[in-house]
């Protein structure tokens, strides 16, 4: 959980990255272009937000959710005894250039002034913090550490919120459900699945994220969302594997402490509708991780692999209100969901408290 990185996407420094980006000189990053009217209205939005000004307002937004989130989380695992192997490991942001981290040294104190305690430190410090980048030492032009920032399950996490509902008894689950539409209606809106059932309800949260495009045109609303595909690996620790996490700006991939095992993510393929592992980004992902820590984690032996759809707004802040009588959406958290998730799942219940 990241609770001080919550840089927006839309900014000066991506737009005057765009030119490579767009020709792919980047691996990292991949653009699908489309002539689709939701993808350039989607682009123009984004432009849009890539003013210093929206990005430094964009940028504390997502800060401030994120410390709402935080708060909500400690709540709601310490009512129900949720456990997710949650632990506050900090983290480092490591920047392989002096400009690029002149930038973050900006951006720290633009969120210094609104309570972030982030620390600016050198190479020979970040070694000192975590020792894993002893071999990378030379490389480093700086880095930004965090000591609150936070690692957890949350496949984990997912099972113990179901079992503390189960537990309350006012709760059923329909999985492997495939919704066809959704129904607004003031007063009792429905969903629809495919094979014809229909569940009524007081309110319908819309939380299905680059799904909820689909969903939300059901009854006529456009939502500014577009997928953005990540890649996640699983593997033992390495030789020099390190316990805090480690985001490489320059690489754009994270590791990530879990236990015994190491989770590795990254890449960002804009405008892809596929969830599949492609074998080609997938390698693309462990080349990255091994450029930035080679020692980090086994990367002939992965136990696992997985891509998802990050549903990424043009401000990079998750869409939460009302948009349709009786539906309520909670969708849009980009790559920060896991981040967000309490904080907005706390703005809409407050909403639906006031509706009430």
């Known amino acids: ?14 737009v005057a990255q765009l030119p490579r980006l767009l020709m792919g000189l980047d691996p990292a990053f991949r653009l699908s272009p489309s002539l689709d009217p939701d993808f350039l209205r989607w682009g123009i939005a984004f432009l849009r937000n890539a ?6 307002r964009n940028t504390l937004a997502g800060m401030m959710l994120a410390i709402e989130s935080r708060a909500a989380l400690d709540q709601l695992t310490q009512r129900h005894g ?5 632990s506050a490991p900090g983290k480092l942001i490591l920047y392989r250039s002096a400009k690029s981290f002149a930038a973050a040294e900006r951006v720290a104190a633009m969120k210094a002034e609104h309570g972030a305690k982030q620390s600016l430190i050198d190479a020979g410090q970040a070694v000192a913090i975590e020792p894993a980048l002893g071999a990378i030492r030379p490389a480093i032009a700086g880095a930004v550490f965090d000591r609150g920032e936070e690692v957890g399950d949350p496949y984990r996490f997912c099972n113990g919120a179901r079992a503390a509902l189960a537990a309350h008894g006012q709760s059923a689950s329909w999985f492997r459900t495939d919704i066809a539409a959704i129904e607004p209606d003031a007063r009792r809106p429905a969903i629809v699945a495919r094979d014809g059932r229909r569940f009524a309800a007081d309110r319908i949260l819309l939380c299905s994220g680059t799904g909820s495009l689909a969903l939300a045109r059901s009854f006529g609303v456009r939502l500014p969302i577009v997928p953005m ?4 690996i699983t593997a033992a620790p390495g030789e020099a594997a ?4 480690i985001t490489d700006a320059a690489n754009r991939v994270v590791f990530a402490r879990l236990g015994n095992r190491m989770r590795i993510a990254g890449l960002a393929d804009l405008a892809r509708r596929d969830a599949a592992v492609d074998p080609r980004r997938l390698a693309t992902l462990i080349a990255s991780a091994r450029a930035a820590l080679p020692e980090a984690a086994t990367y002939d032996a992965i136990e696992s ?3 998802g759809l990050r549903p990424m707004t043009p401000d990079s802040l998750p869409i939460t209100r009302p948009i349709a009588p009786g539906v309520i959406a909670n969708t849009g958290h980009g790559a920060l969901g896991w981040t967000y998730a309490a904080g907005s799942a ?11």
Do not use: H, N
Request: overall charge positive.
């Open 229 to 232: 595909k990540g890649y996640s």
């Open 1 to 14: 959980m990241s609770y001080a990185y919550t840089d927006a996407f839309a900014s000066p420094s991506t």
């Open 305 to 307: 692999s997985w891509a």
């Open 346 to 356: 706390a703005r809409v219940a407050a909403l639906i408290d006031r509706e009430d």
């Open 242 to 245: 390190p316990t805090v996490s």
């Open 51 to 56: 003013s210093a000004g929206r990005f430094r």
């Open 82 to 86: 949720i456990e997710f192997a949650r």
